[in-house]
């Protein structure tokens, strides 16, 4: 079946990076993009990249653009998403989520990882 | 402020039915681009509900259907049951801003 596992919750300090990790399986890796979605807390969901699991292409919300770099690791399935710069409104659950088609519906969801940026 | 506008709440009676409008323009649900729909329950992962307009996903209920008209889209769910209340997204693509877009969020509450 199919899984997208992320990588464990983060405490960072502002300014600082933060680096979450998503594994694939169950199904063929390069077959299917990834979206990076986040969810501060009571709030909505609010898309913030994709990549290509099958060439590295990104493509990035205008929110994001320049802080945030999308890797893929094709060798483990596994896809990374680094933001840079933290601010406290950066606090949030991090989803990775797969692309059924290219910007169409997330049919996947990871778990979910809490980052939470604090002094 | 979503792209995508959503009412902040519905509320139904188990057994009747409610409707979740998502309101789009004409650079998104109104140029033709698909919507797709998500239920997420307290501290979990959205889980897709619909998808490209009207389409379930293997699993899901036909009390959960899906319509599209003009710059708008509904999800309409009958026969409430307690099990339905839970945040529900849809979710679409924008082509001014390049990019997927999702409405607010609706959370409904089974009376």
């Known amino acids: 079946q199919v899984q997208l596992v992320q990588s464990g919750a983060e405490v960072k300090k502002p300014g600082a990076s933060v680096k979450v990790s998503c594994k694939a399986s169950?199904?063929?890796?390069?077959?299917?993009?990834i979206s990076w979605v986040r969810q501060a807390p009571g709030q909505g969901l609010e898309w913030m990249g994709w990549?290509?699991?099958?060439?590295?292409?990104?493509n990035f919300a205008q929110k994001f653009q320049g802080r945030v770099t999308l890797t893929t690791d094709t060798s483990t399935s596994t896809v990374y998403m680094e933001l840079r710069s933290l601010k406290s409104d950066d606090t949030a659950i991090y989803y990775c989520?797969?692309?059924?088609?290219?910007?169409?519906?997330?049919?996947?969801w990871g778990q979910g990882t809490r980052v939470t940026v604090s002094s | 402020q979503s792209v995508l506008t959503q009412p902040p709440s519905v509320s139904g009676a188990p057994g009747q039915g409610v409707t979740i409008a998502c309101t789009g323009s004409?650079?998104?649900?109104?140029?033709?681009?698909?919507v797709h729909w998500y239920q997420q329950f307290p501290g979990t992962a959205p889980k897709l509900l619909i998808f490209?307009?009207?389409n379930r996903p293997s699993g899901v209920p036909d009390r959960f259907s899906g319509s599209k008209s003009g710059t708008s889209a509904s999800l309409a769910i009958s026969g409430l049951q307690a099990e339905d209340e839970a945040d529900y997204y849809c979710?679409?693509?924008?082509?001014?801003?390049?990019?997927?877009?999702f409405g607010g969020g609706t959370k409904l509450t089974v009376l």
């Open positions: 989520a797969r692309d059924r088609v290219r910007h169409e519906d997330n049919d996947y």
């Open positions: 169950g199904y063929t890796f390069p077959n299917h993009g």
């Open positions: 990549i290509s699991a099958s060439n590295g292409d990104t």
């Open positions: 004409s650079s998104n649900i109104g140029a033709g681009y698909n």
């Open positions: 490209e307009n009207t």
């Open positions: 979710h679409s693509y924008d082509g001014s801003l390049g990019e997927p877009v």
